[in-house]
Protein backbone atom coordinates (compact mmCIF):
# COMPACT_ATOMS: atom_id res chain seq x y z
CA UNK A 1 0.00 0.00 0.00
CA UNK A 2 1.17 3.41 -0.60
CA UNK A 3 0.42 6.48 0.99
CA UNK A 4 -0.23 10.09 -1.37
CA UNK A 5 3.18 10.91 -1.47
CA UNK A 6 4.05 7.86 -2.79
CA UNK A 7 6.05 6.59 0.37
CA UNK A 8 5.42 2.69 1.03
CA UNK A 9 3.09 2.54 4.39
CA UNK A 10 4.29 0.24 7.32
CA UNK A 11 1.48 -2.11 9.04
CA UNK A 12 1.87 0.04 12.12
CA UNK A 13 0.75 3.12 9.48
CA UNK A 14 -1.46 1.32 7.72
CA UNK A 15 -3.28 -0.07 11.39
CA UNK A 16 -3.36 4.11 12.49
CA UNK A 17 -5.12 4.44 9.25
CA UNK A 18 -7.12 1.49 9.46
CA UNK A 19 -8.52 2.89 12.93
CA UNK A 20 -9.07 6.34 11.62
CA UNK A 21 -11.36 5.38 9.19
CA UNK A 22 -13.09 3.14 10.96
CA UNK A 23 -11.89 -0.02 9.34
CA UNK A 24 -11.87 -3.02 11.12
CA UNK A 25 -11.47 -5.91 9.12
CA UNK A 26 -7.91 -3.55 7.75
CA UNK A 27 -7.34 -3.46 11.59
CA UNK A 28 -7.56 -6.86 12.43
CA UNK A 29 -5.28 -7.73 8.92
CA UNK A 30 -2.10 -5.22 10.44
CA UNK A 31 -2.35 -6.67 13.94
CA UNK A 32 -2.03 -11.03 12.28
CA UNK A 33 0.59 -8.68 10.52
CA UNK A 34 2.58 -7.94 12.94
CA UNK A 35 1.62 -4.49 13.66
CA UNK A 36 2.66 -2.63 16.72
CA UNK A 37 -0.46 -2.32 19.15
CA UNK A 38 1.88 0.70 20.98
CA UNK A 39 3.25 2.72 17.63
CA UNK A 40 3.09 6.08 18.56
CA UNK A 41 2.40 8.68 15.11
CA UNK A 42 0.96 12.18 15.37
CA UNK A 43 0.40 11.92 18.92
CA UNK A 44 -1.70 9.16 18.65
CA UNK A 45 -1.03 5.19 19.42
CA UNK A 46 -3.94 3.09 17.76
CA UNK A 47 -5.96 2.71 21.23
CA UNK A 48 -5.82 6.62 21.75
CA UNK A 49 -6.98 7.05 18.32
CA UNK A 50 -9.91 4.31 18.43
CA UNK A 51 -10.82 6.13 21.76
CA UNK A 52 -10.80 9.23 19.58
CA UNK A 53 -13.04 8.10 17.24
CA UNK A 54 -15.67 6.23 19.92
CA UNK A 55 -14.97 3.33 17.99
CA UNK A 56 -15.85 0.58 21.13
CA UNK A 57 -15.25 -2.71 18.71
CA UNK A 58 -12.16 -1.60 17.84
CA UNK A 59 -10.61 -0.63 21.00
CA UNK A 60 -11.69 -3.69 22.26
CA UNK A 61 -10.31 -5.63 20.02
CA UNK A 62 -6.74 -3.80 20.83
CA UNK A 63 -7.09 -4.25 24.43
CA UNK A 64 -7.85 -7.84 23.87
CA UNK A 65 -4.58 -8.50 21.71
CA UNK A 66 -2.70 -8.27 25.54
CA UNK A 67 0.37 -6.38 23.92
CA UNK A 68 -1.28 -2.57 25.07
CA UNK A 69 1.75 -1.03 27.42
CA UNK A 70 -0.04 -0.22 30.99
CA UNK A 71 1.25 3.27 30.51
CA UNK A 72 -0.74 3.32 27.10
CA UNK A 73 -3.85 2.27 28.89
CA UNK A 74 -3.41 4.81 31.57
CA UNK A 75 -2.96 7.10 29.10
CA UNK A 76 -6.00 5.75 27.13
CA UNK A 77 -8.35 5.96 29.98
CA UNK A 78 -7.60 9.22 30.82
CA UNK A 79 -8.48 10.53 27.73
CA UNK A 80 -11.35 8.61 27.70
CA UNK A 81 -12.01 9.89 31.02
CA UNK A 82 -11.04 13.83 30.18
CA UNK A 83 -14.80 13.85 28.34
CA UNK A 84 -17.04 16.73 30.22
CA UNK A 85 -20.03 15.60 31.18
CA UNK A 86 -21.34 17.37 34.31
CA UNK A 87 -23.79 14.83 35.16
CA UNK A 88 -21.73 11.78 35.47
CA UNK A 89 -18.90 11.26 38.50
CA UNK A 90 -15.83 9.68 37.52
CA UNK A 91 -16.85 6.16 39.04
CA UNK A 92 -19.79 6.24 36.35
CA UNK A 93 -17.77 7.09 33.59
CA UNK A 94 -15.16 4.02 33.98
CA UNK A 95 -18.71 2.18 34.35
CA UNK A 96 -19.68 3.42 31.03
CA UNK A 97 -16.20 2.90 29.42
CA UNK A 98 -15.85 -0.75 30.50
CA UNK A 99 -19.27 -1.75 29.77
CA UNK A 100 -19.44 -0.40 26.26
CA UNK A 101 -16.21 -2.20 25.52
CA UNK A 102 -17.79 -5.39 26.69
CA UNK A 103 -20.70 -4.88 24.74
CA UNK A 104 -18.78 -4.72 21.59
CA UNK A 105 -18.86 -7.62 19.33
CA UNK A 106 -16.61 -10.79 20.07
CA UNK A 107 -13.36 -11.04 17.99
CA UNK A 108 -13.13 -14.03 16.18
CA UNK A 109 -9.97 -15.48 17.36
CA UNK A 110 -7.46 -14.24 20.21
CA UNK A 111 -4.39 -12.60 19.67
CA UNK A 112 -2.72 -13.96 23.27
CA UNK A 113 0.71 -14.30 23.09
Not at 11 to 34: F, H, M, P, Q, W
Not at 50 to 60: E, T, V
Not at 62 to 71: G, N
Amino acid sequence: MEDTAGQIMTYNDKLISAIREGNYEETVNCLLKGANVNYYDHGFTPLTASINNHDARISKLLLETERVSESELKSALSIAMSVKDKNITKEDKKKKIYSSISKSSKTPFSFKI
